[in-house]
Antibody
Framework: QVQLQESGPGLVKPSQTLSLTCTVS??????????WSWIRQRPGKGLEWIGY???????YFNPSLRSRLTMSVDKSENRFSLRLNSVTAADTAVYYC??????WGQGTTVTVSS | QAVVTQESSLTVSPGGTVTLTCGSS?????????PHWLQQKPGQAPRTLIY???NKHPWTPARFSGSLLGGKAALTLSDAQPEDEADYYC?????????FGGGTRLTVL
């Protein structure tokens, strides 16, 4: 059974970089044909698609975040990561990772505050 | 960036039928938008009920079905149950990029 677990700091200062990792268990991130997603949800708001990445490294990003966003895959550790730089309070959200959109992590709360 | 539109809220009686819709600012929604429907209950992560317009996951209750209807993607819930009260999100694909709708809050009352 595939499981995903987000990890990273719960508090990030404004203008700094938000870094999150999603560790995959029960499946290989290198298995072909699947993409690995990041989605977020601001407090009291709807879902926002951030982007996704294939194990090959090919990725698609939300245009509104593209200039600040990096994603990567670590095949040796079976995990994938997100880096969002120059964060502001508007980046405060619950961040979810997902295998395609079928299997989701439980989400991790990130607060941007000084 | 395209805008995906959903009803903000709907109410259905227990045992009743309701259809949620998902429109696109770029025109008619087609199978090429690979519509997904997700359900989210308070305090929980979302889960996908329908993908690629009509396909169900093993965990998708049979009372949920997806379709294209009048230029929109549609999620139909038949024989609504109290546990179906939740937020429902549509997601469309635009040449690889994805956009969520604003969500529909469904009340079973």
């Amino acid at each position: 059974q595939v499981q995903l677990q987000e990890s990273g700091p719960g508090l990030v200062k404004p203008s700094q970089t938000l870094s999150l990792t999603c560790t995959v268990s029960g499946d290989s991130i290198s298995s072909g044909g699947y993409y690995w997603s990041w989605i977020r949800q601001r407090p009291g708001k709807g879902l926002e698609w951030i982007g996704y990445i294939y194990y090959s490294g090919k990725s698609y990003f939300n245009p509104s975040l593209r200039s600040r966003l990096t994603m990567s895959v670590d095949k040796s550790e079976n995990r994938f990561s997100l880096r969002l730089n120059s964060v502001t309070a508007a980046d405060t959200a619950v961040y979810y990772c997902a295998k395609t959109l079928a299997v989701w992590g439980q989400g991790t709360t990130v607060t941007v505050s000084s | 960036q395209a805008v995906v539109t959903q009803e903000s809220s709907l109410t259905v009686s227990p045992g009743g039928t309701v259809t949620l819709t998902c429109g696109s600012s770029t025109g008619a929604v087609t199978s090429g938008h690979y519509p997904h429907w997700l359900q989210q209950k308070p305090g929980q992560a979302p889960r996908t009920l329908i993908y690629d317009t009509t396909n169900k996951h093993p965990w998708t209750p049979a009372r949920f079905s997806g379709s294209l209807l009048g230029g929109k993607a549609a999620l139909t819930l038949s024989d609504a149950q109290p546990e179906d009260e939740a937020d429902y999100y549509c997601l469309l694909s635009y040449s690889g990029a994805r956009v969520f709708g604003g969500g529909t809050r469904l009340t079973v009352l």
